[in-house]
């Protein structure tokens, strides 16, 4: 089992920018695939926000194109989520999440408590 500890969320007004971490250990952080999720107040659902395999491959929410990216430290067994020109909806609690990805497909695996990220003036 994987442990994930994010941080870096907080309030930010809309068009700033954050930047979020998750630091993995007990696993092979290399191997994984490494997927940010959100869920919005009132939400019932977990949203894919951004993911990047092993190899470094990267997929993104719609939502957030070109104001999100996704990157990892492989050394540093640690993921990062940078956000910029944020937006009220971006107000969430963000989760990291060590997953697998397969034919295209991103599964998710052990989740981190989440961070809360909020964008108000």
């Known amino acids: 089992q994987v442990q994930l500890v994010e941080s870096g969320g907080g309030l930010v007004q809309p068009g700033g920018s954050l930047r979020l971490s998750c630091v993995a250990s007990?696993?092979?952080?290399?191997?994984?695939?490494m997927i940010w999720y959100r869920q919005a107040p009132g939400g019932e659902a977990r949203e894919l926000v951004a993911a990047i395999t092993s190899g470094g491959d990267t997929t993104y929410a719609d939502s957030v194109k070109g104001r999100v990216t996704i990157s990892r430290d492989n050394a540093k067994n640690t993921v990062y989520l940078q956000m910029n020109s944020l937006k009220p909806e971006d107000t969430a609690v963000y989760y990291c999440n060590a997953g697998t990805y397969r034919y295209g497909v991103y599964y998710a695996g052990d989740w981190g408590q989440g961070t809360q990220v909020t964008v108000s003036s």
């Open positions: 007990g696993g092979i952080f290399s191997a994984s695939a």
